[in-house]
């Protein structure tokens, strides 16, 4: 029974992804070129570094759910050695996972720092509301403002498939949150990124709650409990 080899990647994704590419202004794939080219100082070089040790972990989760999914698919006969190769693979997925959310610890470690940081040097951010943190997180991760050739609209397109109305990109234009390069043209699609406001904006959201938790709408006309009724 032979495993399935695992395809070499740049990165894998992970959950942390969006955080450190908010912090920066950069993609992963940026920052990770950037630390190879020593631009980066210490702080930002030891965070890229501990997120590759959390992209390779991460890879390792990856590959032992495809070989589960593999084993558990009906491709190989049912017998002893498929549950001894199952178990085995059970037990290698565990470990990988406890090596991923480890090395997702160590990320973060570093990373808050940095973050708190960046929320410090803009103090005066008002609060977003849902549409508009989830919209800038968005874009945080990589986004395009395209032009439809022949009817003309106009539509934003997040790398993670995410559509953002062209309506709610020029309030968050004027607002100073986010900014679209204006050298390509928008047949092609523009690119459309955070400004310094924009992220420190993010940031101050990851901490206190955009919007207050609604209280239960108090029932009228609610019929007496039964024990009320009985008297």
């Known amino acids: 029974m032979s495993e399935p080899t695992p395809t070499p990647a740049r990165r894998a994704v992970s959950p942390l992804d969006h955080r450190l590419e908010a912090v920066t202004g950069h993609d992963i794939d940026t920052l990770w070129t950037y630390r190879d080219r020593g631009v980066l100082d210490e702080p930002h070089a030891h965070l890229v570094d501990l997120h590759r040790e ?9 590959f032992y759910l495809r070989l ?9 006969e049912v017998d002893d050695a498929l549950f001894a190769r199952i178990d085995r693979t059970v037990d290698q997925l565990q470990e990988a996972a406890t090596a991923r959310d480890a090395a997702a610890r160590h990320v973060l470690a570093a990373l808050e720092p940095i973050e708190a940081a960046a929320a410090a040097s803009m103090p005066d951010v008002k609060p977003l509301s ?14 395009k403002l395209h032009e439809h050739l022949l009817t003309g ?3 934003v397109t997040a790398a993670s498939g995410t ?6 990109l020029q309030r968050l234009e004027d607002a100073g949150l986010a900014v679209r390069d ?3 043209p928008v047949h092609a699609g523009q690119p459309v990124a955070l400004t310094d406001a924009g992220r420190a904006a993010l940031f101050a959201a990851r901490r206190t709650p955009t919007t207050p938790v609604p209280k239960a709408p108090e029932l009228r006309g609610t019929p007496p409990s039964t024990s009320a009724q009985r008297r």
Request: cysteine-free; aromatic content about 2%; hydrophobic content about 40%.
């Open 68 to 76: 589960l999914n593999r084993l558990s698919s009906g491709e190989f």
């Open 130 to 143: 849902m549409g508009d943190h989830a919209a800038l997180l968005a874009i945080a991760g990589g986004a």
């Open 153 to 155: 609209r106009l539509s």
């Open 54 to 62: 959390l992209a390779k972990a991460q890879t390792g989760v990856t």
């Open 182 to 184: 204006t050298t390509h």
């Open 163 to 168: 559509r953002i109305p062209h309506g709610k």
